[in-house]
């Protein structure tokens, strides 16, 4: 089986990465190549799978050709500019994000010959804005506020009207915000849903812009490699038509984070957290989903890696820091 | 006022062209110019406004550029091709519907200097998809069934988007089924909910695809061209981010629209329509929307000019048949 990633460095492209190089196969099928773009190049792995590197723009035409033209079986579509950048540099966004994905699916229809890969794209809970529900049900209307959830929002609009057409087997997933990001900070507005376990569990101070009851709808990186990868192996017909789904999550308020850290790690960490709230991010955040009800992927048989908070601060601290924190 | 229609040549276009010079005025302001654009020349109507006809396809960005470098004060976007089409010519619909409004929508925002004009796009309730409730209410999700409604849900998207950030003052109109459409038969799959109507009216026979008990959510062309001026004027302002609105109509079973055409118009007119079922047609009416609840649009004071199906039949014989029918 042929794996094409696109956006195979990002921070859950390099996740799916190791998983199917440590698991050898997809499913019940081995791995016998696997291609690996990327803006900045991916790295490339030790492995006895076949791998290609490819550096460049995604959103490209002539690229998005090349990288469908060997005919992979399953595509996971991860290249995206986040929401920060997105709402920062409109044309970036709408280029990256949009033109992207649709020069990707246009070039798999253009293989033509019967070729129909199963495509994976992975979209965010950003597709809903204020105001909504307490939780967020599968039929509820996407109304993004911002210019990175309009675009995975038209994602996965073309997703399911491709996938009907018989031009690929699409599913679209939406994460849910991941929690602990590892590394440094990027330019989502979200960051600080991580930076407020990650930092702390390495000795650093982290800033908290907003209050305690601020709620919020998480998922582990490990949680989102689960995802993708039950995306890529799963029975696709009982989806039906609309192949968007939204991801299984924990629904948690920062105060709950925080008292999850505190069990988990104790008070001298958590004590690492100083509170500064800022009016610009607390404008933002309060646009944002806040729980969900997922029956649609749950009856799909998507399943998270985490019952608790403290299990999703566990699993950092597992696959992250191999089970040492600074006290 | 500069008032700039694409699609004018269309049958809701000319519509809306006759009703603007009939009143002069778009709201309390005079029309001094209007620009008529359709990819089939749009009549030159007989008038003292200042009236430019350009023919030529939208979806051409010099095309797009040219139509909004005189910085029109208010933009109507009717130019699409049908969902019969677009489910038909994949690439065409694509171009006309999707590439057609973003050329239109970043020729405004190329215009800069705080050109920020009132853009009304037409969209429909094909944005909607089986299975959904009884009654569709405002919140419900856009899971299109046809590559038509696909591109119409993404236009909403990018109009709500681009007005978020302040490029125009945007607002989706979601028409009902357009009832009873005159002139011939387009390439619209709901064709037949006219046709029953109007072929009877004019001694024709017509033939009834599907089954007496199938309902459907109609409006007159009366009530669309109310729609659009309303839009067209309204102080957008209450609407909210979510720019995108169901419009009210009217409920109908086949049955009751045969009915309301015997108390009208008599026996021997309904005795014209031939009960043909069509499992094809039958299928696709399956996944199309039945009923509404259309709270936000009714609440921003958009009114339909109809009460009763009975007032739809009336509407088409005083507009288009003079008064007059065949009996």
Redesign the interface.
Known sequence: MHILVLGAAGMVGRKLVDRLLRDGRLGPTDITRLTLQDVVAPARPATDIAVEVVTGDAADAAMAARLVASKPDVIFHLAAIVSGEAEAD?DKGYRINLDGTRYLIDAIRAVGGGYRPRLVFTSSIAVF?APFPERIGD???????T?YG?QK??GE??I??YT??GLFDGISIRLPTICVRPGLPNKAASGFFSNIIREPLAGKEAVLPVSDDVMHWHASPRSAVGFLIHAGTMDTGPIG??RALSMPGLAATVGEQIAALERVAGRNVTARIRREPDPTIMGIVAGWPRDFVTARALNLGFTTAEKTFDDIIRIHIEDELGGKFVD
Not at 139 to 145: G, K, M, V, W, Y
């Open positions: 409109f804005g039929e509820f209307l996407s109304a993004p506020l210019s309009t929002a038209i609009l073309l399911s009207d009907r057409k038509p609309r």
